[in-house]
């Protein structure tokens, strides 16, 4: 069935680094633009960073702009975020999700398949 | 970017009808129809319930429905059941590839 697995999650001190993985099954990843959003624990949801895809194109929230970098291997059907200079406002629950997606192969904005999420906590 | 706007709780007894609104600018919500909602059950992730201001997906229940106006968009949730309490999120294309948030609704079945 369709769906999206995250992996990478962990414990890391501030400042530290770690790297995000998320494997698609059931569909062609290459179809499909890309997005890691988050949520902190108790908190709303927040958007962190899209991919579109074919890779030409990535975005960042202000908030992880310069400290995250976005990547896909088609190939490997994965998507994968390297998060940088970790602070402890970066602490949560981490998802993966798969944007619908026009007949023109322009994203619609909304995110139809969502991961069941990677924590991440940032704390010395 | 800044978070859309969202009451933050909103309520309606079993066959009832409840609204959340959710107010952007017209930098998101006001200059794009790609206003989607979100319904999330503790412990669980977010699921897409409208996008496109309007349109629901495949095997979503026609008690949702959604619109626009202005800079305002919202979510009518209609024939209120136990198992619709649950957080609501809206979110916004904001150009540019950027995608932006509503602060969430808890909506309660009383």
């Known amino acids: 069935q369709v769906q999206l697995v995250e992996s990478g999650g962990g414990l890391v001190k501030p400042g530290g680094s770690l790297r995000l993985s998320c494997a698609a099954s059931g569909f062609t990843l290459s179809d499909y633009h890309m997005s890691w959003i988050r949520q902190a624990p108790g908190k709303g949801v927040e958007w962190v960073s899209y991919i579109s895809s074919s890779s030409s194109h990535t975005n960042y929230a202000d908030s992880v702009k310069g400290r995250f970098t976005i990547s896909r291997d088609n190939a490997k059907n994965s998507l994968y975020l390297q998060m940088n200079s970790l602070r402890a406002g970066d602490t949560a629950l981490y998802y993966c999700?798969?944007?619908?997606?026009?007949?023109?192969?322009?994203?619609?904005?909304?995110?139809?398949?969502w991961g069941q999420g990677t924590m991440v906590t940032v704390s010395s | 970017q800044s978070a859309l706007t969202q009451p933050p709780s909103a309520s309606g007894s079993p066959g009832q009808s409840v609204t959340i609104s959710c107010t952007g600018t017209s930098s998101d919500v006001g200059g794009y129809n790609y206003v989607s909602w979100y319904q999330q059950h503790p412990g669980k992730a977010p699921k897409l319930m409208i996008y496109?201001?309007?349109k629901r997906p495949s095997g979503v229940p026609d008690r949702f429905s959604g619109s626009k106006s202005g800079n305002t968009a919202s979510l009518t949730v209609s024939g209120l059941q136990a198992e619709d309490g649950a957080d609501f999120y809206c979110?916004?294309?904001?150009?540019?590839?950027?995608?932006?948030f509503g602060t969430g609704t808890k909506v309660t079945v009383l």
């Open positions: 496109e201001v309007s």
């Open positions: 999700a798969r944007e619908v997606m026009n007949p023109d192969g322009s994203g619609s904005g909304a995110f139809d398949i």
């Open positions: 979110s916004s294309y904001a150009g540019s590839n950027n995608y932006v």
